[in-house]
């Protein structure tokens, strides 16, 4: 058994934060991914097990810019690709990272492309 010292802050509010929040059909949960360079946003249904649709500041269509004008990009593609599934209403899952700059952005661009979360 590992102590929690070895286990880093980001990946105990993740734990924290799942274990409250799940993705079923009607809402699937809406999965933020933030490295140094990109960033990853997936549309996920727990319930199925299966990663619904996925975008990222690598995929076609995202502008070259800096961090949080293509997180809203990102989360602007997210929401187009989920109203062309039937995808009206999801649950934002941060991932552990705090819910400011490229993160938030990613959630304002989503609402702004007609998500409800």
């Keep these: ?13 993740q734990a924290r934060v799942r274990k409250k929040l799940t993705g079923s059909d009607a809402r699937p949960r809406v999965c933020v991914f933030r490295s140094n360079k990109h960033i990853y946003a997936q549309v996920i249904s727990d319930a199925q ?8 500041s ?43 700059g490229r993160v938030k952005a990613v959630a304002d661009g989503a609402r702004e492309g007609g998500l409800q979360f």
């Design 1 to 13: 058994m590992s102590s929690k010292k070895n286990i880093s802050p980001r990946v105990r509010r």
């Design 49 to 56: 097990g299966k990663t619904l649709a996925a975008v990222s």
């Design 58 to 100: 690598l995929s076609d269509g995202i502008h070259d810019g800096k961090g949080i004008e293509v997180a809203k990009q990102v989360g602007m593609a997210l929401a187009k690709l989920c109203r062309e599934k039937n995808i009206n209403q999801v649950v934002f899952d941060r991932n552990g990272f705090l819910y400011h």
